[in-house]
Nanobody
């Protein structure tokens, strides 16, 4: 299984970015996808998750600002997931990683840098 993420960049406070990730390979039909982030000197933390059934879970610090979504597909070879980030704050600056949990294993993308600064 491979995950390819894209969409990071530099944005001013209050701006928006959309991250995209595609998981490809042999994927279980029951799976979770998510976005995590890691800021310098800090541990990696959960940002948002979405199950194959569409249930979502958000960290408190992004509720109302970020939206995770995925195509309503039952594909077991290619799964896109997106993270729409609005009202960005400087404290959102971090490397963002997409994650897939499939067959009881966690797979990670390569990370994409998001920098929020004026």
């Amino acid at each position: 299984v491979q995950l390819q993420a894209s969409g990071g960049g530099l944005v001013q406070p209050g701006g928006s970015l959309r991250l995209s990730c595609v998981a490809s390979g042999s994927i279980s039909s029951i799976n979770d996808m998510g976005w995590y982030r890691q800021a310098p000197g800090k541990q990696r933390e959960l940002v948002a998750q979405i199950t194959s059934g569409g249930a979502t879970n958000y960290a408190d610090f992004v509720k109302g600002r970020f939206t995770i979504s995925r195509d309503n597909t039952k594909s077991t070879v290619r799964l896109p997931v997106r993270l729409q980030m609005n009202s960005l704050k400087p404290e959102d600056t971090a490397v963002y990683y997409c994650q897939l949990r499939s067959w009881g294993l966690d797979y990670w993308g390569q990370g994409t840098q998001v920098t929020v600064s004026s």
